[in-house]
């Protein structure tokens, strides 16, 4: 299947590209990276910094850039013509197992996405392509809330068992601290 990383951008709270910030002398991309390769996946980097070229994998620019998330699986789709597991790159350490299970229980064209604790995760998931269209129709109009979509969807959700460090979403300097902690000590 096409996997597609989503870079997630600069952050303003981190003060440069989220996958890029490192954590134990690695981008958080590379931890990422390194689990999807091991399920010998098609990956591809959905992102504008030029330092992502260095991770020897395909880069997209966004068809529709600034467009946050939605705009990202939009150009994901676009590209891979087919549905495509999409993942952000500010989770990085979702498991192969987890990856493989999601991936074993989706069912062509139908938006999957993994769920846990009362949570949705709408940037662990598998979108259909059959989206494309009402992707591109919110974007045009500027309707670029990705829970919205989801909810506007028709979802099959797959259940996680998520330990603190899978779930773990950092988007600032914070939740990379408590990466590190958890990281080094476990939950």
Not at 94 to 122: G, M, R, V, W
Request: with cysteine; glycine share 4%.
């Amino acid at each position: 299947m096409k996997t597609y990383i989503l870079s997630g951008g600069k952050s303003s709270r981190m003060g440069t590209d989220k996958g890029l910030v490192l954590l134990h002398q690695k981008p958080l991309i590379s931890y990422l990276i390194e689990t999807l390769q091991k399920l010998d996946l098609d990956i591809k980097i959905i992102a504008h910094h030029i330092n992502y070229h260095k991770f020897n994998l395909e880069v997209l620019e966004d068809v529709y850039p600034k467009k946050g998330p939605l705009g990202g699986i939009f150009t994901a789709l676009n590209d891979a013509q087919t549905d495509c597991l999409i993942i952000s790159v500010d989770t990085p350490f979702i498991t192969e197992k987890q990856i493989t299970h999601l991936l074993e229980n989706h069912q062509k064209c139908e938006l999957t996405l993994a769920f846990s604790e009362d949570k949705i995760y709408p940037l662990f998931g598998i979108y259909p392509f059959h989206l494309f269209e009402k992707l591109k129709e919110n974007i045009l109009q500027n309707q670029l809330k990705l829970m919205k979509f989801v909810n506007e969807n028709s979802l099959k959700k797959i259940e996680f068992n998520f330990s603190s460090l899978e779930k773990l979403n950092i988007n600032t300097l914070k939740e990379l601290k408590t990466a590190e902690k958890l990281f080094n000590y476990g939950n």
